[in-house]
T-cell receptor
Framework: GENVEQHPSTLSVQEGDSAVIKCTYS??????FPWYKQELGKRPQLIID?????GEKKDQRIAVTLNKTAKHFSLHITETQPEDSAVYFC?????????????FGKGTHLIIQP | IAGITQAPTSQILAAGRRMTLRCTQD?????MYWYRQDLGLGLRLIHY???????GKGEVPDGYSVSRANTDDFPLTLASAVPSQTSVYFC?????????????FGPGTRLTVL
């Protein structure tokens, strides 16, 4: 089945600096890669996603890049703010093999230092 | 519009007891999912349903069962709870089970099995 690796597990950056979180996936059939933000005690919330026919997508301070050949994708947050502090999860779609859904990375705890 | 709701919010359960976690969505989404979230392990897919009347097994289905009698409801049952099932359980839904539709998460149920 699909395996998603996410790095780093913890990332501390100064407010205003950029943050980059990286993920790799194993199943070349995966075609959808969402990123979720989860604040303490809350549900995961989608912040951006990318599909396999696109190499990059931006939404204000957030961007995601996808390299299908290398099977990795990354989340970029620019001009970080205190409210960006949260746990971020990458995910890849599971297709076939009897399991439809998402395989998640183990998460990155992003800490924005004032 | 409520979106997706779960009940109960939290529960403490004795080992060996039967428990059903409820999930309801009013978005007329065809696909629904159950995930468990454990510290350091991210979210893992338990069961899914691509449409009413069908269900499938995810990554960690043992000890859990689901049913999908209609579009809106997707209950998760623990027939005989064990301490290793202590976790936060999230229900999610998406418009279709194509693997590339956005999944929306419920608020979660925190379950403790003693």
């Amino acid at each position: 089945g699909e395996n998603v690796e996410q790095h780093p597990s913890t990332l501390s950056v100064q407010e205003g600096d950029s943050a980059v979180i990286k993920c790799t996936y194993s199943d070349s059939a995966s075609n959808y890669f969402p990123w979720y933000k989860q604040e303490l005690g809350k549900r995961p919330q989608l912040i951006i996603d990318i599909r396999s026919n696109v190499g990059e997508k931006k939404d204000q301070r957030i961007a995601v890049t996808l390299n299908k050949t290398a099977k990795h994708f990354s989340l970029h947050i620019t001009e970080t703010q205190p409210e960006d502090s949260a746990v971020y999860f990458c995910a890849a779609s599971i297709r076939g093999g009897g399991a439809d859904g998402l395989t998640f990375g183990k998460g990155t705890h992003l800490i924005i230092q004032p | 519009i409520a979106g997706i709701t779960q009940a109960p919010t939290s529960q403490i359960l004795a080992a060996g007891r039967r428990m059903t976690l409820r999930c309801t969505q009013d978005m007329r989404h065809n696909a629904m999912y159950w995930y468990r979230q454990d510290l350091g392990l991210g979210l893992r897919l338990i069961h899914y349903s691509n449409t009413a009347g069908t269900t499938g097994k995810g990554e960690v289905p043992d000890g859990y069962s689901v049913s999908r009698a209609n579009t809106d409801d997707f209950p998760l049952t623990l027939a005989s709870a064990v301490p290793s099932q202590t976790s936060v359980y999230f229900c999610a839904s998406s418009l279709s089970g194509s693997g590339s539709d956005t999944q929306y998460f419920g608020p979660g149920t925190r379950l403790t099995v003693l």
